[in-house]
């Protein structure tokens, strides 16, 4: 079983190899590329940590119900 730390590892490597594909929406797309990820198509790579970091960064404090 992986603990915690093994898990983001390799969700990290699976977004930076293989990344997420977006159909239908360009404008996502060019925000992605504007942050510095690799945009081919309609498939985001992205670097180990963006997308944690984007979470994390992005969740207001205190917004429980």
Do not use: Y
């Not at 929406?25 to 992605?32: K, M, R, V």
């Not at 309609?42 to 969740?59: E, I, K, L, M, Y």
Request: aromatic letters at 8%; proline letters at 5%.
């Amino acid at each position: 079983m992986l603990s915690g730390e093994g898990l983001e590892r390799n969700a990290d490597t699976i977004l930076r190899k293989t990344g997420m594909e977006f159909h239908g929406d360009p404008e996502i797309l060019n925000i992605f590329r504007e942050a510095g990820c690799n945009v081919q198509d309609t498939r985001v790579r992205f670097d180990p940590g963006f997308c944690r970091s984007t979470v994390r960064d992005s969740n207001p404090v205190n917004s429980w119900c």
